[in-house]
């Protein structure tokens, strides 16, 4: 037997550098799961107990990683269990990708047995990307795009794989011809730093301030000594969004915890009597916040 499109499928998320597929089995997506045992030494599949618990540990999977967190589950109710654990990614802005299966091509409109229009149903929690794989020379293209999109945008991504297609020979090699589409995989995220007048301006209103406050979200994990110096030389108080909770550590004297619904007074009073506020890696809505407190 020669590769199948499955097989094609799982190797090419391993050369995009997915190393972990969290899914419940099904017979939608039946030649996945068989090409899962073949291919164990370079995925490890943890089989959940519902379909939405992956979602969820996908999503976990990103936040403690950094990279694309996969689940895998069957068409029709399968697919639908995913939603929730996909809606708590998008929200917190995690990259993670949905592969589901689909009835056969040929059964597709027949009202077959749970049959379900998944591309409208991920539409909006997959709003970034969601594409139907009808032939097996996309699904290189459709994988590599779907991870990238999901790293760069830091958003939920979704593949839908027809049962009958992913038993197919697989295609590696899309043809050289008119309406091809060629990819490779991998994404390096770029480096983005600000013009020096922007600094500078920055630095202005910082050193003009009397009362200091930052703001810390989840893109500031990884800059843990960059804010607390900062907070040290503005004197600043620090209230931390939900996502930037281990961002700096609650026991240093001026940090207040977290803001909003699940918040603290002191952060609120801390938000409130500030005269500048520097938010680090935060997309919080702050002031939104205020108006609705």
Not at 57 to 63: P, W
Not at 81 to 109: F, S, T
Not at 228 to 256: F, S
Request: with cysteine; glycine share 10%; hydrophobic share 40%.
């Amino acid at each position: 037997m020669g590769k199948l499109t499955a097989d094609f499928l799982l190797e090419r998320l391993a050369e995009n550098g997915v190393r972990r597929i969290y899914g419940y089995p099904g017979d939608g997506i039946n030649a996945i799961v068989g090409a899962l045992e073949r291919h164990k030494d370079s995925l490890e599949f943890v089989q959940v107990r519902h379909e939405e618990m992956a979602a969820f540990m996908a999503c976990a999977h990103a936040k403690w990683t950094g990279e694309v967190g996969v689940c895998l589950a069957t068409s029709g109710p399968g697919a639908i269990h995913l939603l929730n654990g996909l809606y708590d990614a998008k929200l917190d802005h995690q990259p993670v990708m949905a592969i589901v299966g689909q009835q056969a091509r040929m059964g597709l409109g027949g009202n077959y047995q749970q049959e379900v229009d998944l591309v409208s149903l991920f539409k909006d929690v997959a709003s970034q990307y969601v594409q139907f794989a009808s032939d097996a020379a996309q699904i290189r293209h459709l994988v590599d795009r779907a991870h990238r999109i999901a790293l760069a945008e830091r958003d939920v991504t979704c593949i839908i794989v027809p049962n009958d297609l992913a038993e197919e020979p697989a295609t590696e090699d899309p043809p050289r011809e008119h309406g091809s589409v060629h990819s490779s995989p991998g994404y390096t995220r770029p480096k983005i730093v600000p013009r020096d007048e922007q600094l500078k301006a920055a630095a202005k209103i910082l050193n003009e301030g009397e009362k200091v406050a930052m703001l810390v979200g989840a893109g500031a994990l990884h800059a843990t000594d960059e804010v607390i110096e900062v907070a040290d030389k503005l004197g600043a108080g620090i209230a931390k969004a939900l996502l930037g909770k281990a961002a700096v550590p609650d026991d240093l004297p001026y940090v207040t915890g977290a803001i909003g619904l699940l918040g603290t007074k002191p952060s609120w009073t801390l938000m409130n009597s500030c005269d500048t506020l520097l938010m680090v890696g935060s997309s919080f809505p702050y002031s939104e916040w205020l108006g609705r407190c």
